[in-house]
Every structure is written in structure tokens, then in C-alpha cells.
């Protein structure tokens, strides 16, 4: 059974940081590209950022461009979101993906992406 579980999200002032935590288990997961995407009330799903199967290729929205990073740890099948200065517009339910997406592929769609997880909550307070 596969399983994506988020972990790490809080209440944060705005320019605080959080990392964001994602395990995976049940797959193959260094063939699996792993990606974030966050979804605020009355928002649709929005893409975030994502990393690419052997770690070597990341992607960012422009929104968090310069201020969050992802890496992945193989040996741990965990792959994690580092927010920094982060703003109250980040406020959102984020949540983990893993998809078979190869080095042609955007990242950013969420049909690319095969298992999700349930999502964690962050908070961020002007």
C-alpha cells in the first residue's frame, strides 16, 4: 500500500520559517519524481514546487521563488519543503505527490503525479 505522509506545518508569523516533511513508503521512491502543491480556502490546488527523480532538477513557482527550497533523502524516501520569509498569503493546506514523470515533463500538473498525500496545514500570521 502506498503512503504519503505530510508532516511539519504550524502557526508561524509572517518571516518565521517552517520544513515541511514528506515519507513515503509502498513504492520504488528513488524512481518517482516528488512534488508540493497547496490549496488555501476557496482556492484551487496550486502547484509549488517539485524535485525530480534523482534530485538533480528542481522547480519552483514564481510565488516562492528565491524563498522555499526542496531536496529529497533516497535512503530516508522522504522528500522536504524548506519555507523561509515566509507571508500570510502562503497560508494553505500543502500536500505531498509522488508521479513517474520524466525529464520532458513540466512538474506543475497534478495529473502528472500517481499517489498524494493528505495534506498539512500552515498557518502563517500578519
Known amino acids: 500500500q502506498v503512503q504519503l505522509v505530510e508532516s511539519g506545518g504550524g502557526l508561524v508569523q509572517a518571516g518565521g520559517s517552517l520544513r515541511l516533511s514528506c515519507a513515503a513508503s509502498?513504492?520504488?521512491?528513488?524512481?518517482?519524481?516528488m512534488g508540493w502543491f497547496r490549496q488555501a480556502p476557496g482556492k484551487e490546488r496550486e502547484f509549488v514546487s517539485a524535485?525530480?527523480?534523482?534530485?538533480?532538477?528542481?522547480h519552483f513557482a514564481n510565488f516562492v521563488r528565491g524563498r522555499f527550497t526542496i531536496t529529497r533523502d533516497d535512503a530516508k524516501n522522504s522528500v522536504f519543503l524548506q519555507m523561509n520569509s515566509l507571508k500570510p498569503e502562503d497560508t494553505a493546506v500543502y500536500y505531498c505527490a509522488a508521479g513517474r514523470i520524466g525529464f520532458t515533463g513540466s512538474y506543475r500538473f497534478e495529473y502528472e503525479y500517481d499517489y498524494w498525500g493528505q495534506g498539512t496545514q500552515v498557518t502563517v500570521s500578519s
Open positions: 524535485i525530480n527523480w534523482s534530485g538533480n532538477d528542481a
Open positions: 509502498g513504492l520504488a521512491f528513488s524512481n518517482y519524481a
